[in-house]
């Protein structure tokens, strides 16, 4: 089932009526959600992610706009006719019911036609139950499960009822890191042998782009940029998009293009053909750095993490935005650290202009 | 753990409220139970110097007065009448208030109103209401010239005037009567901790609830019930320990009396014997009765434990 987003839009009024203006939560949202994809809503706090969620869910209404499921406007439609699942962040198991209790819930709402008989709906609970691997635990109550079941108790619960669309409110944000890696791995297997379109917020760019077919980034309300995840990683169209993605972050420093060559400070880091003289904004990603003596880019070496695989250098740079300057190395590079200056060249891909003012990317060509 | 050298200060700052339960819970429990098991004790006799032997010939008399029997039939009736049904009431108001968001707050203070109202006043009112305007314990006559409003509507509705409370009235009337009046008085508190146990409950469950298309009255009893369940535990209980000690809502209708006038004593109840027996200065039978009656209360609190342990969910 695809869903098709038309300039859907979410105005809260002002609580305050007086001094408050008001909210602007999402602003003309337009998007085709493919058939069958694993889609990343991605945002800092704030940004209308979960509002759009809702909205798809019918929780709340849009102020103006539309959605689609399939050629359905369902826009209209009330929550428990538009056949969604949804996965809240706490979850919401009701904490009175066993699992079991807790799956066949919506089953048992089912009227008219689609009744189901007893043995049918148990035999649908323990399904969905097999398929996110909770099957033992089905006379538990969740007070009596950890994080990570009592999560998969909840898909178990947005799946039996096979939705058109599954939605997932932050599913991994109560969860702890190791179990975080693991229930993202999980949700995208589940998506894969459900083939369900299924939509998930999250402020975590990392989350989004492991498991995403695509990530939709949006700021107060604003998508910013759609596409798969590499693609947005690589191709970022404003500075806070290619500040948004990645860890360690991107390095953002002040520069200014002079006669084809983009400078930091005083040093002439790398030719960017293409971009007229002005002031502006550079990006440059961690991995972008490469060890050379003879490297243009001069910076103030503070220490080295070895993190194994990778050397993390930190160093720092008058003309840097951030306090300290991280670059990625493989550590098959011998970092001197004693010395005082570290020296780089620049990977031309890995680094990004932007517009000062606007903070628009200005591409250059890369040779 | 308090540091040994400083014990004694910790003891200091407990001892005012150590010494007045001492003085005034402790000592007169244990007096109580002294009392009761001493024959025929009498405090005034007792300021004279007599002694009483021990023995417990104070629970027999208790338990062979008709009387007794009859204020204990009397509470357990009105206990088993007004509990159910103002807990019932107290949750669909709640629900509904609940569910309101204009008024809400106004409806609650309304609500509270009762609560902070001496229960004398409002019995007098209700005695007012299914008596005759003006008249407190009234006269036949008087019953025939002007209705309590109670009587207006019903005549007004085509009904024949009932004789709730005055001479003549009936015990399925007076008892009706007190039904009304003691869940009247006992909602509000009992509406009050069931909203704060509803807006306690996470809005996410009904956000749930909605997505899965449940139907409200599934909402209201797979969801709302019993998520509320602690709190309907909390009210029951209590409202059982409240009835078994109901007293004052009948002196509030009835006065002293605790019966209409030619039948003086009819709806007395467990606490209305105990006093009884004070004021005839027979502390050891009072003694008995209260001792009864805080049995009663015990085994009935006990089986409600129990009961809610099943029903309380979580």
């Given at each position: 089932m695809k869903v098709v987003l038309q300039d859907l839009t979410k105005?809260?009024?002002?609580?305050?009526?007086?001094?408050?203006?008001?909210?602007?939560?999402?602003?003309?949202?337009?998007?085709?959600?493919?058939?069958g994809k694993l889609i990343g809503l991605l945002g800092p706090s704030g940004c209308g992610k979960s509002t759009t969620l809702y909205m798809i869910s019918g929780l709340q209404k849009p102020t103006s706009g539309k959605i689609f499921f399939g050629d359905d406007d369902v826009t209209e439609l009330p929550t428990e006719n538009r056949g969604v699942g949804l996965v809240f962040q706490n979850y919401a198991l009701y904490p009175h019911m066993t699992v079991k209790q807790n799956i066949l819930f919506p089953l048992e709402n089912l009227k008219g036609a689609d009744k189901m008989s007893k043995e049918a709906m148990l035999e649908r609970a323990y399904e969905a139950a097999k398929l996110v691997q909770i099957d033992e635990l089905m006379d538990r109550k969740p007070s009596e499960l950890?994080?990570?079941?009592?999560?998969?108790?909840?898909i178990a619960r947005a799946l039996v009822k096979m939705p058109r669309v599954l939605l997932l409110d932050e599913p991994l944000s109560n969860l702890d890191a190791r179990l975080r890696l693991q229930t993202r791995e999980e949700i995208r297997r589940i998506q894969r042998e459900t083939k369900i379109t299924t939509i998930f917020v999250t402020h975590d760019q990392e989350e989004a782009m492991s498991i995403s077919d695509m990530i939709v980034v949006m700021k107060l309300g604003v998508v910013q940029q759609i596409g798969q995840p590499q693609e947005v990683y690589d191709d970022p169209v404003n500075l806070f998009v290619a500040k948004f993605l990645g860890t360690p972050p991107i390095n953002v420093f002040n520069g200014k293009v002079a006669g084809g060559k983009l400078y930091i400070g005083g040093d002439a880091v790398l030719e960017v053909p293409g971009i007229g003289d002005q002031e502006v904004t550079?990006?440059?990603?961690?991995?972008?750095?490469?060890l050379d003596e003879n490297g243009p880019m001069h910076c103030k070496l503070s220490n080295v993490e070895i993190m194994g695989r990778d050397v993390s250098i930190v160093s720092t740079n008058e003309a840097s935005l951030n306090p300290v300057i991280r670059s990625i190395i493989n550590a098959d590079n011998k970092v001197d650290t004693s010395a005082e200056t570290v020296r780089y060249s620049l990977k031309p891909h890995?680094?990004?202009?932007?517009?000062?003012?606007?903070?628009?990317?200005?591409?250059?060509?890369v040779k | 753990m308090v540091d040994s050298k400083?014990?004694?200060?910790?003891?200091?700052?407990?001892?005012?409220?150590?010494?007045?339960?001492?003085?005034f819970t402790v000592w007169p429990i244990i007096n109580t139970v002294r009392m009761s098991f001493l024959e025929n004790y009498s405090g005034l006799e007792a300021v004279g110097g007599a002694t009483f032997e021990f023995g417990i010939g104070n629970f027999q008399k208790?338990?062979?007065?008709?009387?007794?029997?009859?204020?204990?039939?009397?509470?357990?009736?009105?206990?088993?009448?007004?509990?159910?049904?103002?807990?019932?009431?107290?949750?669909?108001?709640?629900?509904?208030?609940?569910?309101?968001?204009?008024?809400q707050k106004v409806l609650q203070t309304i609500f509270f109103l009762p609560y902070v109202t001496n229960s004398i006043a409002i019995g007098m009112v209700f005695a007012a209401m299914f008596n005759i305007v003006g008249s407190f314990y009234g006269t036949q006559n008087e019953i025939v010239v002007t209705a309590g409003i109670i009587n207006n509507v019903l005549e007004f509705l085509g009904f024949e005037r009932v004789n709730w409370i005055n001479a003549g009235s009936s015990y399925e009337a007076n008892i009706i009567v007190m039904t009304v009046y003691i869940v009247w008085n006992a909602l509000p508190f009992k509406i009050l901790v069931l909203l704060g146990g509803l807006q306690s409950i996470n809005k996410q469950y009904y956000d749930a609830a909605k997505v899965d298309g449940t139907p409200r009255r599934r909402v209201f009893t797979k969801i709302t019930v019993p998520l509320l369940s602690p709190m309907l535990a909390y009210v029951v209980i209590t409202g059982f320990i409240g009835g078994f000690k109901e007293y004052s809502s009948i002196v509030g209708i009835f006065g002293e009396n605790m019966g209409p006038v030619d039948d003086v004593g009819r709806l007395n109840t467990m606490v209305g014997f105990i006093y009884d027996a004070l004021e005839t200065n027979k502390q050891g039978r009072a003694s008995a009765a209260a001792l009864i009656l805080f049995g009663i209360i015990l085994v009935v609190t006990m089986i409600n434990m129990q009961v809610s342990k099943k029903r309380v969910h979580y």
């Open positions: 105005i809260f009024p002002s609580r305050d009526k007086k001094a408050g203006k008001e909210v602007v939560a999402v602003n003309n949202f337009n998007f085709e959600i493919p058939d950890s994080g990570g079941q009592q999560q998969r108790v909840a550079v990006g440059i990603r961690p991995e972008g750095f490469v890995k680094v990004f202009v932007f517009n000062k003012e606007t903070e628009e990317r200005i591409k250059f060509e | 400083h014990q004694w200060k910790a003891w200091i700052y407990l001892s005012p409220a150590i010494v007045l339960l001492l003085v208790v338990i062979e007065y008709k009387r007794f029997i009859n204020c204990l039939k009397n509470t357990i009736l009105l206990c088993v009448l007004t509990v159910p049904v103002s807990t019932i009431l107290a949750l669909l108001i709640a629900v509904a208030l609940n569910s309101i968001k204009g008024l």
